[in-house]
């Protein structure tokens, strides 16, 4: 007869699996990945991790879940108590490159990875457990409305994200050549995006 496992217990055992998949994830892709192998890697039976989800799509989807949930922490916590938009902006930056730096498969996860169908995710949220968009589209705002910055704040917004994400994915790729690194490049970055937008020049 199988023991009863306590609440915590497997609230341990999910987080446990869901890290190893996250690994498996971010190196071999969705795809590659088998629930038999997920459990050969944490020593138990292969029907073991249907005790604690449904399948492979449920495991992506809180392991991605996760991830968001600990960038948009991240992201809120650079911009708690920076009240200077410019400030702001400068530390959502460091930010958004920081936490690709530290977890590298985890970003893979939630922007490079073709979530499966079968996952039941919302692809118009790229954001599905927690607003890691908020911050920046609100600093825009803010920036804009005191006359900081030159343009519609969405398609600023936009335009940073997209600045800031190439740096990170070519840098996790192993993709920046021409003899410039990633430390090479982040501030000569973020000076071009804010002068790019700021309403006068001198003000970065």
Request: glycine share 6%.
């Amino acid at each position: 007869m199988p023991r009863t496992l306590t609440a915590e217990q497997v609230q341990d055992f999910r987080h446990e699996l869901c890290d190893v998949a996250a690994q498996r994830f971010a190196r071999d892709g969705y795809d590659a990945v088998t629930m038999r192998e997920l459990a050969a890697d944490l020593g138990v039976s292969p029907m073991t991790p249907y005790r604690y989800f449904e399948g492979k799509a449920d495991i992506y989807k809180e392991v991605r879940t996760q991830a968001f949930a600990r960038f948009a922490a991240r992201v809120a916590d650079a911009a708690a108590g920076v009240s200077d938009p410019l400030h702001r902006l400068r530390a959502l930056f460091h930010a958004y490159l920081g936490f690709a730096l530290d977890e590298p498969g985890a970003y893979r996860i939630m922007f490079e990875l073709e979530p499966p169908k079968d996952a039941d995710l919302d692809h118009e949220a790229p954001e599905p457990s927690g607003d890691a968009w908020s911050p920046l589209l609100q600093t825009l705002e803010e920036a804009a409305k005191a006359g900081l910055v030159e343009g519609d704040p969405l398609t600023l917004a936009n335009l940073c994200w997209v600045h800031v994400h190439g740096l990170a994915s070519l840098h996790i790729a192993g993709r920046l050549r021409f003899d410039r690194c990633f430390d090479d490049l982040v501030e000569p970055l973020f000076h071009t995006q804010l002068h790019g937008i700021l309403s006068r020049p001198d003000q970065g």
